[in-house]
Every structure is written in C-alpha cells, then in structure tokens.
C-alpha cells in the first residue's frame, strides 16, 4: 500500500519552538499527521500523511463508551551529524499488535507501520530538536470507530500517528523520586490487560498517582492484584532492584507492560556481565535487602527518562533509603550507554538504531 503525502502549505507551517529548554512533554505537535482507516470487508485502507487536523467522530463512536483505544510512545533522535534515528521501532510495532489482539482490534501490517513512522518523521525532521535529550516523541493510536452503542468490538478503525518535539527529561540532572507504595489500589491484573499499551490502563491509575502526589510523593509503586506482596511497576515505567551484585526486574507475568526500555537494559547488563534475574521479587525481600545493606540500586525504566534512579520508598509507614538518596553507578552507566546508542554517538552492538532517510 502506497502512502499518500499531502504536505502542509507553506504559509500555514506552524513556527517551530526556539527555546528547547522549555519543550517539556506532549504539549506541542508538528505540522503533519499520519491517518489509515480500517474496515472489516476492507481491512486497511488510504494510509495518508496529511496536515496536522482534529479528528471527527460520531459521538457513538464505540471508543469513546468501551474503551477500545491502544497507544505506543517512542522517539526520534537527533545525532550529532544531523542523521535522525530511530530506537528499535519493530519493538514498539510488535507490542502495539499484542495490545491490538487483546482487544479485539485489527493488526496492523508492520511493514505500513515502519514505513508511516519514516515517512513522518522525515517529513518532520527539522522538528527534531538539536540539544541532548531532547527529542521528537512519537504517538501511535488505534481507536474504534463505528458508531453503535451496543457492546461489541468495532468493526471500523482509525489508526493515527502524532510527533512533536518534548525536552530533555533531567534538564537539570538527575533527581531521585520518592515513591509510594499503593495498597489499596491495583493498576493490573493477571487475566487483564496490563501488558498492553490500552488507555483503559492508565484511567485506572489515575486515582492512585494523583492521592501519592498530593501526599507529595513522585510515584506509586504498585504490587501485584492478588497477594499485593510482588513488586509490579513504578507508574507509568518498569522496576529494577540492583541487590548484592543481581539485578532483579518482575517478570512478565501479563499484569506487566513490556518495556523496550527494560528489554533494552537486561541485554545490555547481561552483555556487561552483570547477573540479571526476571523474578518475582516481594515488597518483604527490598526491605530485609535495605536492612542488611545489599540494595544496592533502585531505578525506574521507560521511554520518556531511559532510567529514573529512586532515592527513597515508603511502605506502611517504613522509608527504604536507596544508596543515600544518590544515582547508583550501575543505573548511571546503563542510562549513559543507552543514550549514546539512541543519539549515533556509540556503536550500536545489539542492532538497535533505525536511520531515518525518507
Ligand atoms: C510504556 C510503559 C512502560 C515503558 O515501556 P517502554 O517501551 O520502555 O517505554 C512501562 N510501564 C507502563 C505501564 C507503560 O505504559
């Protein structure tokens, strides 16, 4: 399927940011879009880049009542020679195809995928920011269309892809997050749709996120539905326990979401050869840890900060100081590697860098 381009006129380009210290995150979108649409005798038809525009739905569209929507985030990187990169785009494209299963939704051609996430971006390519850790962020979406309000899955979709330029997550450098961790609330179940990438997800954790901030916490920690005793994720980011000389990440279990971000660091830590474990780890186990002094590192992982050391966890009442408050060693040097490797300025051992050349 041939992408169709309808570049903006010239004279309706937006004006592009000038100060990137102050992008922050989502809140600016470029000039073009991506849109395909789906129907069940169809299937996938008139992939478009257009210009930028809202959307138009019928207020029965079955998304906005049942929830069928799923997302990806990822970014585009400007290197040091101008070259823009990807970061394993084929990660995020298989993922958003497990969530689109999961709920019923149609799976979408990674070929057309990969060749929209190009074509987009180097359209937009000098919306892509110049300082370090700035970037261009990336957002897929799939979304029921068909208007009817009996429940059933959709027989109509409308998948789109929005880019804008977001800021360096450490502006100022690192800060360790203080994080919380919830017990009356679960993000996920096993069974449920925790492993994908599903906005319903997140409206779920909304209440707990915004009860640990007002608390003045970062973070919630969440634990596992059933026992409420096995460390799940960290917000919106996967978990990592640097105990002894073992790095320890929950496994997948379906209640998680799979991070290339957290793929991407077992790889590289295990290529390092640090020993790393995907096991379930209790709340218990980080606390005798902290009282015997062998934790060693606690760090978030995801997209929008690679890794996010925690200084500080609180549990019924009890605060777990991580490695005094500081960035461990080890989460710094998987977040320096990472970085190099999403910018062009290291070898890329694993294969992980797209060039994008239109
Ligand atoms: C997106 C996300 C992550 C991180 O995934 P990356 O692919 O590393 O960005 C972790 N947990 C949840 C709940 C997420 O939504």
């Keep these: 399927?041939?992408?169709?381009?309808?570049?903006?006129?010239?004279?309706?380009?937006?004006?592009?940011?000038?100060?990137?210290?102050?992008?922050?995150?989502?809140?600016?979108?470029?000039d073009?879009?991506?849109?395909?649409?789906?129907?069940?005798?169809?299937?996938?038809?008139?992939?478009?880049?257009?210009?930028?525009?809202?959307?138009?739905?019928?207020?029965?569209?079955?998304?906005?009542?049942?929830?069928?929507?799923?997302?990806?985030?990822?970014?585009?990187?400007?290197?040091?020679?101008?070259?823009?990169?990807?970061?394993?785009?084929?990660?995020?494209?298989?993922?958003?195809?497990?969530?689109?299963?999961?709920?019923?939704?149609?799976?979408?051609?990674?070929?057309?995928?990969l060749e929209a996430l190009k074509k987009l971006v180097f359209i937009e390519k000098d919306w892509v920011p110049r300082s370090k850790g700035a970037s261009l962020?990336?957002?897929?979406?799939?979304?029921?269309?068909?208007?009817?309000?009996?429940?059933?899955?959709?027989?109509?979709?409308?998948?789109?892809i929005v880019v804008g330029p977001v800021g360096a997550y450490y502006p100022q450098g690192f800060s360790p997050t203080n994080i919380y961790v919830v017990e009356e609330y679960v993000r996920a179940v096993r069974g449920g749709i925790g492993y994908c990438k599903a906005g319903g997800n997140y409206a779920a954790s909304l209440l707990a996120s915004k009860q640990a901030i007002e608390k003045g916490y970062t973070q919630v920690l969440w634990l596992d539905a059933i026992e409420r005793k096995y460390v799940e994720e960290v917000g919106t980011s996967n978990i990592f326990f640097l105990i002894g000389d073992e790095l320890i990440t929950p496994p997948l279990t379906g209640s998680i979401l799979p991070g290339v971000t957290r793929d991407s660091i077992i790889q590289m830590a295990k290529s390092w050869g640090v020993p790393v474990s995907e096991r379930l780890i209790s709340i218990d186990?980080?606390?005798?840890?902290?009282?015997?002094?062998?934790?060693?590192?606690?760090?978030?992982?995801?997209?929008?900060?690679?890794?996010?050391?925690?200084?500080?966890?609180?549990?019924?009442?009890?605060?777990?100081?991580?490695?005094?408050?500081?960035?461990?060693?080890?989460?710094?040097?998987?977040?320096?590697?990472?970085?190099?490797?999403?910018?062009?300025?290291k070898d890329d051992p694993f294969g992980w860098r797209i060039k994008v050349t239109g």
């Excluded at 960035?327 to 190099?340: A, D, F, V």
């Design 32 to 113: 073009h879009i991506f849109t395909v649409k789906y129907h069940d005798e169809r299937g996938w038809y008139d992939p478009l880049i257009e210009p930028y525009r809202s959307l138009s739905l019928e207020p029965t569209a079955l998304c906005l009542h049942y929830g069928q929507e799923i997302f990806e985030g990822m970014k585009a990187y400007r290197g040091s020679n101008n070259d823009i990169f990807l970061f394993r785009p084929m990660e995020n494209i298989k993922r958003m195809n497990t969530s689109a299963e999961r709920l019923c939704m149609p799976r979408i051609d990674p070929q057309l995928f």
């Design 137 to 160: 962020y990336i957002r897929p979406v799939m979304i029921a269309t068909e208007a009817a309000l009996g429940l059933h899955h959709s027989s109509e979709y409308l998948f789109f």
């Design 285 to 345: 186990e980080v606390l005798e840890a902290s009282a015997r002094g062998t934790l060693k590192e606690v760090f978030a992982s995801g997209t929008a900060a690679i890794v996010s050391p925690v200084g500080q966890i609180v549990y019924r009442g009890k605060t777990i100081v991580v490695n005094e408050g500081r960035i461990g060693k080890l989460t710094e040097e998987l977040y320096n590697e990472i970085l190099q490797i999403q910018y062009g300025e």
């Design 1 to 30: 399927m041939e992408i169709k381009i309808v570049t903006v006129s010239p004279e309706k380009m937006k004006p592009k940011p000038v100060d990137e210290s102050k992008l922050g995150f989502g809140k600016i979108f470029t």
